[in-house]
């Protein structure tokens, strides 16, 4: 079935430092990907999406490129704030219509220190 | 438009106890989508309903069923709770037109404990 594999951190940041969470996947067809964030006590909220081959979402700072050679959607954003400190989770949409569901990665906790 | 709600924010039960959640999407969505998220096992889907039909079920017991209405309103019930079934229950939300490439909204989830 498919799956997702994202770096598990803890990861732990100063402020303004470059940021990388790697994730990778394992999907037939030709699934969207998405990142998504959870602050404490709260739901997901989308990040940023793509929905085919070469394309880049962004938002707020964070990017991400869906590469389909490597099977890979990795989250950067050059200078991190603390207001970024979540939880981060990666996650691809398959089976369009009857079957569409998201499959998340375990998720990385990022913790930005000021 | 206001995003996806769900009530009851906290509940505390028993195991053996029955529990109903209860979502509602953005206006105009016609999919609702409940997922399971626990510290073990991360986030898991549950099932997703669509024009008040049942499209896509995951790999949970009988003992997790959902409905939804015709103004897309869904509950999640859990029959006899187990003290495994303490999570952070999701609802998510999407238009459900353009298939891989539909975006679910979540909403902030009810926290569910079983003692």
């Known amino acids: 079935g498919n799956s997702v594999t994202q770096m598990e951190g803890p990861v732990t940041l100063s402020e303004e430092a470059f940021l990388t969470i790697n994730c990778t996947y394992t999907?037939?067809?030709?699934?969207?990907l998405f990142w998504y964030v959870q602050y404490p006590g709260e739901g997901l909220q989308l990040l940023l999406k793509?929905?085919?081959?070469?394309d880049k979402g962004s938002n707020k700072g964070f990017e991400a490129t869906y590469r389909k050679e490597t099977t890979s959607f990795h989250l950067e954003k050059g200078s991190v704030q603390v207001s970024d400190s979540a939880v981060y989770f990666c996650?691809?949409?398959?089976?369009?219509?009857?079957?569409?569901?998201?499959?998340f990665g375990k998720g990385t906790l990022l913790t930005v220190n000021p | 438009k206001a995003g996806v709600t769900q009530t009851p924010r906290y509940l505390i039960k028993t195991r053996g106890q029955q529990v109903t959640l209860s979502c509602s999407p953005i206006?105009?969505?016609?999919?609702v989508s409940w997922y399971q998220q626990t510290p073990g096992q991360g986030l898991q889907f549950l099932f997703e309903y669509f024009s008040e039909t049942q499209r896509n079920k995951g790999n949970f017991p009988g003992r997790f069923s959902g409905r939804q209405f015709s103004n897309s309103r869904s509950e999640m019930n859990v029959s006899t709770l187990e003290l495994g079934d303490s999570a952070l229950y999701l609802c998510?939300?999407?238009?459900?037109?353009?298939?891989?490439?539909?975006?679910?909204?979540f909403g902030p989830g009810t926290r569910l404990t079983v003692l």
């Open positions: 998510a939300s999407r238009e459900g037109t353009s298939g891989v490439a539909d975006t679910q909204y």
């Open positions: 793509a929905t085919k081959a070469d």
């Open positions: 996650a691809l949409s398959d089976g369009g219509g009857s079957n569409y569901k998201l499959t």
């Open positions: 999907a037939t067809g030709y699934p969207s």
């Open positions: 206006s105009g969505h016609r999919s």
